[in-house]
């Protein structure tokens, strides 16, 4: 005898439509003006459905957050110097909206429910993330971390001073310098710097 399932069927879209409208919203209303039931309204979803898959807003968002970072990551061009410049002209691009403000949580309100949420799920990952791209591009380095920071820490600087560096000449002629990778540094220049001298990948 053929199983009858009543209600409404689940929809597998779900997970990514809250996501998604709940970084819409975080960015448009802030994390404070961020409520469960704007964000079920937003994506044309029931407020039930959100809270039998997130306990809440902070949950959701991080979720939300992870699921970004996580989404750059499988955007990879091949190209591992290109990949970088990639990288850094999406975070160059998001500094004066969205990301902009988890940065300035962290510093205003560094204990904030949102500091946290901001550290723990998006920069965090996110320098993880730029910290491996580079690595592709420069080989293994005790510093390679610390140059990261630095190039971000450059285009969190000229953001805060109203000169945006999210042009390609910008990041590759300065920011790629601040992290101590040159201009012209070739495809192949950046896949030997991934290699052993063994030839076997570092």
Excluded: F
């Amino acid at each position: 005898m053929e199983t009858v399932h009543r209600g409404r069927p689940r929809r597998p879209d779900i997970d990514s439509l809250a996501r998604e409208h709940a970084l819409a919203l975080l960015a448009e209303r802030g994390y404070d003006g961020l409520r469960m039931k704007d964000v079920a309204e937003s994506a044309g979803i029931g407020l039930g459905a959100l809270y039998r898959r997130w306990a809440g807003k902070k949950d959701l968002v991080m979720a939300a957050l992870r699921a970004d970072v996580s989404r750059h990551e499988t955007e990879g061009v091949g190209d591992p110097l290109a990949d970088l410049v990639s990288a850094l002209e999406r975070i160059a691009e998001a500094m004066p909206r969205g990301l902009g403000r988890l940065v300035a949580a962290c510093l205003s309100e560094p204990d904030s429910e949102l500091a946290q949420v901001a550290r723990e799920a998006k920069l965090t990952p996110m320098t993880d993330a730029l910290t491996a791209r580079l690595e592709k591009v420069t080989g293994p380095a005790p510093d390679v971390r610390l140059r990261a920071e630095s190039g971000l820490a450059y285009l969190l600087w000229k953001t805060a001073t109203g000169e945006q560096a999210t042009d390609e000449h910008t990041l590759r002629n300065r920011v790629l310098t601040i992290m101590g990778v040159s201009p012209q540094t070739s495809y192949h220049a950046a896949q030997s710097a991934g290699t052993s001298r063994h030839g076997r990948p570092s």
